[in-house]
Nanobody
Framework: VQLQASGGGSVQAGGSLRLSCAAS????????MGWFRQAPGKDRDFVAS????????IYADSVKGRFTISRDRAASTMYLQMSALTPEDTAVYYC?????????????????WGQGTQVTVSS
C-alpha cells in the first residue's frame, strides 16, 4: 500500500489549507489513519487520527478547534482541513495507515507512511 500526501503549500498566518492523502488501494479502508508532522530539528508529532468508520477522531491539543480530519472510504482518501494556521504549524505533514481499525495517537500504531507534504505558514 502506498500513501500519497498532497495539498501542502505556503500560506500566511490565519489562512487555511486542505491536505489530502490518497491510498493506492482500498486495503486500508478498514484501518484507522492519521496525520503527523515534523518541524525541522524536531520529532515527528501526532496531529490527528480517525478510525476506519470515520469516527473516533483524536486531535493533538495544539490543533483542536482548528484542524478537522475526515475520510472518504470509497475514494480511499483522507483529509486534513487546517484553518487559523500559525507559524508554529510549519512542518512536513505525513499521513499514515494504522495497524488496526481504530484511531491512534501513537506512532507505533502505524505501519504505512506517506512521503510528506510541506506546509509553511508565514507571519
Amino acid at each position: 500500500v502506498q500513501l500519497q500526501a498532497s495539498g501542502g503549500g505556503s500560506v500566511q498566518a490565519g489562512g487555511s489549507l486542505r491536505l489530502s492523502c490518497a491510498a493506492s488501494t482500498r486495503a486500508l479502508s478498514n484501518n484507522g489513519m492519521g496525520w503527523f508532522r515534523q518541524a525541522p530539528g524536531k520529532d515527528r508529532d501526532f496531529v490527528a487520527s480517525i478510525a476506519w468508520n470515520g469516527g473516533g477522531t483524536i486531535y493533538a491539543d495544539s490543533v483542536k478547534g482548528r484542524f478537522t480530519i475526515s475520510r472518504d472510504r470509497a475514494a480511499s482518501t483522507m483529509y486534513l482541513q487546517m484553518s487559523a494556521l500559525t507559524p508554529e504549524d510549519t512542518a512536513v505533514y505525513y499521513c499514515a495507515g494504522a495497524r488496526g481499525a481504530w484511531s491512534s495517537a501513537s506512532r507505533s500504531g502505524y505501519s504505512y507512511w506517506g512521503q510528506g507534504t510541506q506546509v509553511t505558514v508565514s507571519s
